[in-house]
C-alpha cells in the first residue's frame, strides 16, 4: 500500500494566518492526491481534487500544489469556519486508495 | 445535487456481520463507483471498497475475505456486508460517490466528491 504521511500532525493558527500542510507519500502518485476537510460529527468534504483542482464551491483561498512525493495544501487566509482536520488522499495506486493520519487545525 | 442518505445496524456483538446501506438522491447511479470508508473514533479514514453500478466491486485488500459489496439499481442504493466483525471495527462508517477520469493503463484520477452522514456501528460483546 502506499502510505501518506501529513505533516504536522496539529496546527494552532489565527484567524487571517496563512497556513500550509504537507502531504508526503511513500512512492511517486503523480497528481493523484485529493485534499479533504472534516468538521467535528461531519462527514469529510472534498476540497481539492488532482493535486491543485479546485472543487466547486470551495473558496478561493485553498489551494494545492505539488506532484511525485510532495504536495502541500495552502490556506491563504484563515476564516473561522476553516478550523478543522484535513485529510489527504492518494488515488495513483487505486486499490486501496489511501488517506494521511490528518491534520488537526486549531484556533490559537 | 447528489444525496447520500446512510442507514443500518449500529450495535453489533463480535463475531456478527455488519450490514449498511446507502441511497443516492438527486443524481445518477451509472458512471460513478460507489465506496465505503470508515473512521474509527478520533483517528483517520480507511477505504474499504467500492461497487460500480454493473455490480462490480473492489475491496481493500485487508478487509476482501470479509467484505461484500452489491447494488440495487431499481433503488439507486448500494450495500456493505462484513462478517466476523472485531471491537477493533468500531468506527464511523460512511458511503461515498467516487469519481474516477484521466485513466491510463494503470491508474485514474479518483475523488470522493459526495458522502453520507455515517453511520456510527459499534462492536461490543
Known amino acids: 500500500d502506499i502510505q501518506m504521511t501529513q505533516s504536522p500532525l496539529s496546527l494552532s493558527a489565527s484567524v487571517g494566518d496563512r497556513v500550509t500542510i504537507t502531504c508526503r507519500a511513500s512512492q511517486s502518485i503523480r497528481r493523484n492526491l485529493n485534499w479533504y476537510q472534516q468538521k467535528p460529527g461531519k462527514a469529510p468534504r472534498l476540497l481539492i481534487y488532482a493535486a491543485s483542482a479546485l472543487e466547486g464551491g470551495v473558496p478561493s483561498r485553498f489551494s494545492g500544489s505539488g506532484s511525485g512525493t510532495d504536495f502541500t495544501l495552502t490556506i491563504s487566509s484563515l476564516h473561522p469556519e476553516d478550523f478543522a482536520t484535513y485529510y489527504c488522499?492518494?488515488?495513483?495506486?487505486?486499490?486501496?486508495?489511501?488517506f494521511g493520519q490528518g491534520t488537526k487545525l486549531e484556533i490559537k | 445535487q447528489v444525496q447520500l442518505q446512510q442507514w443500518g445496524a449500529g450495535l453489533l456483538k463480535p463475531s456478527e456481520t455488519l450490514s449498511l446501506t446507502c441511497a443516492v438522491y438527486?443524481?445518477?447511479?451509472?458512471?460513478?463507483?460507489w465506496s465505503w470508508i470508515r473512521q474509527p473514533p478520533g483517528k483517520g479514514l480507511e477505504w474499504i471498497g467500492e461497487?460500480?453500478?454493473?455490480?462490480?466491486?473492489n475491496y481493500n485488500p485487508s478487509l476482501k475475505s470479509r467484505v461484500t459489496m452489491s447494488v440495487d439499481t431499481s433503488k439507486n442504493q448500494f450495500s456493505l456486508k462484513q462478517s466476523s466483525v472485531t471491537a477493533a471495527e468500531t468506527a464511523v462508517y460512511y458511503c461515498?460517490?467516487?469519481?474516477?477520469?484521466?485513466?491510463?493503463?494503470?491508474?485514474?484520477?479518483?475523488?470522493?466528491?459526495?458522502w453520507g452522514q455515517g453511520t456510527l456501528v459499534t462492536v461490543s460483546a
Open positions: 461515498a460517490r467516487g469519481y474516477r477520469t484521466g485513466c491510463s493503463s494503470t491508474t485514474c484520477y479518483a475523488w470522493f466528491d459526495s
Open positions: 438527486g443524481g445518477s447511479f451509472s458512471g460513478y463507483y
Open positions: 488522499q492518494q488515488s495513483y495506486s487505486n486499490f486501496p486508495y489511501t
Open positions: 461497487v460500480d453500478h454493473r455490480g462490480t466491486a
